[in-house]
């Protein structure tokens, strides 16, 4: 029988629902750990800067008659950012706003195909997106009244996801029937072996950055990011995350439970040149049974310094008995000297960023700006 969506909607989580949303993803995302365990992870993760002060809020698809019950239809999360946009229309200057990642979409499997996951991202537009934004102030009629409003959002100029079911979301739009959901841009992933690999001699002084160094670089990196974004040529709209409050940091701290069973447990996060016109920032992943991976969360760099960080890179892979080493999205410079440094640059079938815009420009004459791996979540 067809699922009637008016009579559903969508909700913030109450503590109770919040708690079996994440006791259903532990056979998806748990990677071996025990129910603890995973509860232990996501409430750690809770704490962290980019959760903190309701810049997490996960979302329930519910009959909207029964709000709290623990039967939901399917959840995600969405974490509060600050971003930057540049609207031609209004000149070059680079407009801090708020926007939003948006991670952790499911469906138990008894609740699959039957429309619940799409309906939920339709609706998502409506809960996260600055109203005079949409396309349309009208909410569609077929769906019932809109979802209430919470407190802190109704803001944003843009969401991303990065997808891991191909391009699900581009047919989850504000509206009924129209394909205007999320859009992936920018797959390209480069990869090094690292026992293949040589380290290059450094003949600058790097400095290697640990936690708290690399908080400090990402406040310098965000200045950066909104100087360079200024300069980018762009017909239409472009968009930028900000690596600060939180957002970069989430990549290898979302880690620490596995990072903290090594023998040592990496510390170090970061390098920088001397000048810090150049650097590196990265995470590491160590769940078998995937190769242990070194995955760079932002990279700065011209083709003069690029193979010494390269060279920086692979040394600190080799420490941790890293084998592989990737980085998303490098510009066409660098990808090409990547090749000569011993890279594979491929398009990544997982993990690919997805981006809505809530604005006049269409998707298509959106740039986004420093596509990497920070923004992930
Ligand atoms: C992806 C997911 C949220 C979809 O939820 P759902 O409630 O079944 O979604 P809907 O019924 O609205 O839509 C189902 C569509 O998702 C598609 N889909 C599901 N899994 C997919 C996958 N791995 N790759 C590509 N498409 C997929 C189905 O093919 C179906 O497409 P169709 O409508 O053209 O037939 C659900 O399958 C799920 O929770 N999967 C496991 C967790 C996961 O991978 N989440 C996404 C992380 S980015």
């Given at each position: 029988?067809?699922?009637?969506?008016?009579?559903?909607?969508l909700?913030?989580a109450?503590?109770?629902?919040?708690?079996?949303?994440?006791?259903r993803?532990?056979?998806?995302?748990?990677?071996?750990?025990t129910?603890e365990?995973h509860?232990?992870?996501?409430?750690?993760?809770?704490?962290f800067d980019?959760?903190r002060?309701?810049r997490l809020?996960t979302?329930?698809?519910?009959?909207r008659?029964?709000p709290?019950t623990?039967?939901?239809?399917?959840?995600?999360?969405?974490?509060?950012?600050t971003g930057?946009?540049i609207?031609?229309?209004?000149?070059?200057?680079?407009?801090?706003v708020?926007?939003?990642?948006?991670?952790?979409v499911?469906?138990?499997?008894?609740n699959?195909?039957?429309?619940f996951g799409?309906?939920m991202?339709?609706?998502?537009?409506?809960v996260?997106?600055?109203e005079?934004?949409?396309?349309?102030?009208?909410?569609?009629?077929?769906?019932?009244?809109?979802?209430?409003?919470?407190?802190?959002t109704?803001?944003?100029?843009?969401?991303?996801?990065w997808?891991?079911?191909?391009?699900?979301?581009?047919a989850?739009?504000?509206a009924?029937d129209i394909?205007?959901?999320?859009?992936?841009?920018?797959?390209?992933?480069?990869?090094?072996?690292?026992?293949?690999?040589?380290?290059s001699d450094?003949?600058?002084?790097?400095?290697?950055l640990?936690?708290?160094?690399?908080?400090?670089?990402?406040v310098?990196?965000?200045?950066k990011?909104?100087?360079?974004?200024q300069?980018?040529?762009?017909?239409?709209?472009?968009?930028?995350?900000?690596?600060?409050?939180?957002?970069?940091s989430?990549?290898?701290?979302?880690l620490e439970?596995?990072?903290?069973?090594?023998a040592?447990?990496?510390?170090?996060?970061?390098?920088?040149?001397?000048d810090?016109?150049a650097?590196?920032t990265?995470?590491?992943?160590?769940?078998?049974p995937?190769?242990?991976?070194?995955?760079v969360?932002?990279?700065?760099?011209?083709?003069q310094?690029?193979?010494e960080?390269v060279?920086?890179?692979m040394?600190?892979?080799?420490k941790?008995?890293?084998?592989?080493?990737?980085?998303?999205?490098?510009?066409?410079?660098?990808?090409?000297?990547?090749?000569?440094?011993g890279a594979?640059?491929?398009?990544?079938k997982?993990?690919l960023?997805?981006?809505?815009?809530y604005g006049?420009?269409?998707?298509?004459n959106?740039?986004?700006?420093?596509n990497?791996?920070?923004c992930?979540?």
């Amino acid at each position: 029988m067809a699922i009637d969506f008016s009579t559903l909607s969508l909700f913030p989580a109450t503590a109770e629902q919040v708690l079996v949303a994440r006791q259903r993803t532990l056979h998806e995302w748990g990677k071996g750990l025990t129910l603890e365990e995973h509860l232990a992870r996501d409430a750690s993760q809770d704490q962290f800067d980019g959760s903190r002060n309701g810049r997490l809020i996960t979302w329930v698809l519910t009959p909207r008659d029964e709000p709290r019950t623990l039967e939901f239809k399917c959840a995600c999360e969405t974490f509060k950012r600050t971003g930057l946009v540049i609207d031609p229309a209004e000149g070059a200057t680079a407009k801090a706003v708020a926007c939003y990642g948006i991670a952790s979409v499911f469906t138990p499997p008894e609740n699959r195909g039957k429309g619940f996951g799409r309906h939920m991202m339709r609706l998502l537009h409506w809960v996260i997106a600055d109203e005079d934004l949409l396309p349309t102030s009208e909410f569609p009629v077929a769906w019932g009244a809109p979802p209430l409003r919470v407190e802190g959002t109704r803001n944003g100029h843009f969401s991303a996801l990065w997808s891991d079911v191909g391009d699900f979301y581009s047919a989850c739009g504000p509206a009924p029937d129209i394909h205007d959901g999320w859009v992936v841009r920018g797959t390209a992933t480069t990869v090094w072996g690292v026992d293949s690999t040589p380290v290059s001699d450094a003949t600058l002084e790097w400095t290697w950055l640990d936690d708290s160094g690399v908080s400090e670089l990402w406040v310098e990196d965000a200045e950066k990011i909104r100087q360079d974004i200024q300069k980018e040529p762009s017909a239409g709209g472009i968009f930028a995350f900000l690596p600060t409050q939180g957002v970069a940091s989430f990549q290898h701290r979302r880690l620490e439970f596995f990072l903290q069973r090594l023998a040592p447990p990496p510390d170090t996060w970061g390098v920088a040149s001397p000048d810090r016109a150049a650097y590196a920032t990265w995470t590491i992943d160590p769940r078998p049974p995937a190769p242990r991976t070194l995955s760079v969360s932002r990279l700065c760099a011209d083709p003069q310094t690029f193979g010494e960080l390269v060279g920086r890179i692979m040394e600190v892979a080799k420490k941790n008995d890293v084998k592989c080493v990737e980085v998303w999205n490098l510009s066409p410079e660098l990808k090409t000297l990547a090749g000569t440094l011993g890279a594979n640059t491929h398009e990544r079938k997982e993990h690919l960023p997805a981006f809505k815009f809530y604005g006049r420009e269409s998707e298509a004459n959106v740039a986004w700006a420093f596509n990497e791996r920070f923004c992930w979540c």
